[in-house]
């Protein structure tokens, strides 16, 4: 099954429905490598009650793409990717459940795919690259309930430092959640997240952000201009300038309706201090990624009340004074009569092009999207 092009121009966007093996699937990462190189990894389920999975990895060759078969070892799912350069992917999944095994490690060297199993009790919920071919992860140790940040060696993974939690105060003195990870060298990363109160129902919590120089760990309480009791950082990345920016949400109830809203902000690092960049475009969606290495800054997001069903896919670029709203193409209807809901997730930028993944429900069915446009 080949890939269906919508839009005709990558300049105004081309969205695309990658190989779907199965009814449910679904993309949770992108990684764009050039033009005519990029990569989605996420899962593909065997029945509608979403029980039986495999790991779905399409690779696009500059005009359409297609399911990269994988070897049988390498898990139910794949849940991150990165792409260090052509001929050096990685991508890393965990099971559902334990019962499903520990984590895999999937690496394509140009010529073949290889599949490693992670040490036990890490549940790897990041993956970057940075200078050097250095590939990092952050991981959630379940022994000791901590964040670790992890190095790539030949044959495994290695913990290198566990982001410290912020100094205690409240309302920030709450569980640390780590969620992003952006990576320069071993000496020069960011993790961001959040803190919070009050267990699965947190009644506050601020946004967290530590920035590690290969020794110890500097921690910092990110603004959050959203003024909801909750709030957390959920991805970061670092611009060649040295500037670092990251994208996260509140989290507030409103007591009349009984919905939840998550109203996004972004906030960015200019060498010393955290500074505010909620103008046009915060608030009113839900930012969920960003990437800043490019051209250009570019934030994905959704809906932001919870409880919505409205199309959700939508795509921001900094405008240099606010976030400017780009134009997103949204998937018809999956079946006659059930209106198709558009979501978008990762997004990634590399060689003149901005990836961004999602997928479309409607129907009983989930399939994958993925738009791609030129990074200016």
């Not at 040295?242 to 009349?256: F, I, N, S, Y």
């Not at 932001?304 to 209807?333: C, E, K, Y």
Request: aromatic share 10%; proline share 8%; hydrophobic share 40%.
């Amino acid at each position: 099954m080949g890939s269906v092009l919508i839009v005709a121009t990558f300049a105004s966007g081309c969205l695309y429905t990658p190989p779907s093996p199965y009814n449910q699937s679904y993309l949770s990462d992108v990684a764009a490598v050039s033009r005519n190189d990029a990569w989605a990894v996420g899962t593909s389920f065997t029945d509608s009650s979403w029980t039986v999975s495999h790991p779905l990895l399409e690779h696009f060759d500059g005009r359409s793409w297609s399911v990269v078969p994988l070897p049988g070892t390498a898990g139910p799912r794949l849940d991150y990717v990165t792409a260090v350069s052509a001929t050096d992917i990685w991508a890393t999944g965990f099971g559902r459940v334990f019962s499903e095994g520990g984590g895999r490690t999937v690496h394509w060297d140009g010529h073949a795919w290889s599949v490693t199993v992670d040490p036990p009790g890490l549940i790897i919920e990041g993956l970057e690259h940075g200078h050097g071919g250095l590939v990092m992860a952050l991981a959630l140790n379940t022994t000791t309930s901590q964040y670790e940040l992890l190095t790539r060696t030949a044959n495994n993974w290695q913990p290198i430092a566990a982001p410290s939690p912020p100094g205690t105060g409240a309302p920030c003195d709450g569980g640390l959640i780590v969620s992003g990870l952006t990576v320069l060298t071993t000496s020069d990363l960011w993790v961001v997240g959040g803190t919070s109160k009050g267990g699965n129902f947190p009644t506050s919590g601020c946004p967290y952000a530590a920035h590690w120089n290969g020794a110890s760990w500097t921690t910092f309480t990110p603004p959050n201009p959203t003024g909801a009791p909750v709030a957390s950082l959920s991805a970061i990345s670092a611009r060649p300038d040295g500037t670092v920016w990251a994208v996260g949400h509140g989290l507030r109830m409103d007591p009349r309706s009984g919905k939840q809203y998550v109203p996004g902000f972004a906030v960015r690092w200019n060498g010393t201090a955290w500074q505010s960049l909620c103008n046009a475009g915060c608030f009113t969606t839900a930012f969920s990624d960003i990437d800043a290495t490019g051209a250009n800054v570019w934030v994905t997001a959704g809906e932001p009340v919870i409880q919505t069903q409205s199309d959700s896919m939508h795509l921001f670029r900094w405008a240099g004074n606010g976030w400017a709203a780009q134009p997103v193409q949204t998937f018809p209807s999956l079946v006659t009569g059930f209106p198709a809901q558009n979501f978008s997730g990762p997004v990634s930028v590399r060689g003149g092009i901005v990836v961004f993944g999602g997928h479309a429900e409607g129907g009983g069915e989930v399939k994958p999207l993925v738009d791609i446009r030129d990074d200016k």
